[in-house]
């Protein structure tokens, strides 16, 4: 198996669930990333992490807990959501975390609804 | 704050009829231009990085340019199979380590 895999494609919670995202990289980069993209809405970078260590949070609520056991894997946890953060989910990976070659690989996403 | 501004949001073409799609930036220090591919239910994917003004770089029936201010996707006799949406994104001195998006052009090429 190649390229970026996002578990799982669809998911529906309520807002007091407790779920989680899976994000598996093949490709050997040390860089992984977790994005948000709603309808009509630019992508928003959620998290970095570069060789396993969190490098960016923007702002993101506690809600949304991310998890890098590896270079390989990326996890996002998921508590007490609000409707409002349903979107898809988006994790990316890129090869050159420290340089300007900032071509990311991403999967095909998680779709999540809050009710 | 870096800007990114698509336009059109939505483009309807004919198959064979060639347009452009605009990419506009306001950023401080660019330090490269993403242009990536999203088709329906899919991440996107990547096309085309340009660094300098005046760098072009083609692919297929595609083809990016790049001014101090804007890029172009030019799109030379597209075929329905190019229908997607294409996200512009910048990296900026100031955020190196981050992308900012455009929200994107939806392209939808009709047989």
């Known amino acids: 198996e190649t390229g970026v895999t996002q578990t799982p494609r669809h998911l529906v919670m309520g807002m007091t669930n407790k779920k989680s995202l899976k994000c598996e990289q093949h490709?050997?980069?040390?860089?992984m990333y977790w994005y948000k993209q709603s309808a009509k809405k630019p992508l928003e970078l959620m998290f970095v992490?570069?060789?396993?260590?969190?490098?960016e949070n923007n702002s993101v609520p506690s809600r949304f807990s991310p998890e890098c056991p590896n270079s390989s894997h990326l996890f996002l946890h998921l508590h007490t959501l609000q409707p409002e953060d349903s979107a898809l989910y988006l994790c990316?990976?890129?090869?050159?975390?420290?340089?300007?070659?900032?071509?990311?690989?991403f999967g095909s996403g998680t779709q999540l609804s809050v009710l | 704050e870096d800007q990114v501004t698509q336009s059109p949001e939505a483009l309807r073409l004919q198959e064979g009829e060639s347009s452009s799609l605009n990419c506009s930036y306001t950023?401080?220090?660019?330090?490269?231009l993403f242009w990536y591919r999203q088709d329906p239910g899919k991440g996107p994917e990547f096309l085309f990085t340009?660094?300098?003004a005046g760098e072009e770089k083609e692919k297929e029936r595609l083809k990016a340019t790049l001014t101090k201010k804007e890029s172009f996707l030019h799109i030379t006799a597209p075929k329905p199979e190019d229908s997607a949406t294409y996200l512009c994104?910048?990296?900026?001195?100031?955020?190196?380590?981050?992308?900012?998006f455009g929200s994107g052009t939806q392209l939808t090429v009709l047989p």
């Open positions: 340009l660094y300098s």
């Open positions: 994104a910048v990296q900026a001195g100031s955020s190196a380590r981050q992308l900012t």
């Open positions: 950023v401080s220090g660019l330090r490269g």
């Open positions: 490709l050997g980069h040390n860089a």
């Open positions: 990316a990976s890129s090869q050159d975390p420290q340089g300007r070659k900032e071509k990311l690989f």
């Open positions: 992490y570069n060789f396993k260590e969190q490098t």
